[in-house]
């Protein structure tokens, strides 16, 4: 195993603490450093793994101030932000629309309702180039009056309409 320089393991305790794995840390580290570190040695810099339960005070120091900034800062990252999320949302949308892709459309919606915490579900089938169609609707047999078949249950499904359809 390699012996790290103090900077070095600043760099690999930081990136653990920002919940990198210790193989993207590898990597970072062959690319960065040109350092071959096994993922065993990285892991030790972790405090919450048992293999790094003996980290040094300082690196834990350096471990918990990294974990907390980089917890603080979720708001900094433009991903964790609704509004933008749903200017994304807005984009995919427009592009869909632009695009003549109709069930891109109903996504982005659907995208975008859950991102404001509802629980809308597609309940239509799309066809490719024509109007919504949904299927399973009720029937109202002819001569009846809508409202009053809704209130004595008058409905018929599709299977047992009246053969117009």
Not at 96 to 108: C, F, L, S, V
């Amino acid at each position: 195993m390699p012996v790290l320089s103090k900077d070095v393991k600043i760099a690999v305790v930081r990136a653990l603490a920002e919940f990198d794995t210790p193989t993207i840390v590898q990597r970072m580290l062959k690319t960065v450093y040109d350092l071959d570190v096994p993922v065993n040695q990285i892991v030790a810099y972790n405090p919450t793994t048992y293999q790094g339960r003996a980290l040094s005070k300082s690196l834990r120091r350096v471990f918990d101030d990294a974990r907390k900034n980089f917890l603080d800062g979720v708001e900094s990252i433009g991903i964790s932000n609704e509004t933008q999320r749903l200017k994304l949302v807005d984009e995919a949308a427009n592009a869909a629309r632009e695009n003549g892709d109709t069930k891109g459309m109903i996504r982005a919606a659907e995208a975008a309702d859950r991102i404001r915490g509802g629980h809308w579900k597609q309940k239509s089938a799309v066809a490719s180039s024509g109007p919504i169609v949904v299927f399973n609707a009720p029937q109202v047999p002819d001569g009846v009056d809508a409202s009053a078949a809704i209130n004595c249950n008058q409905l018929q499904s599709p299977a047992e309409g009246s053969g117009d359809a």
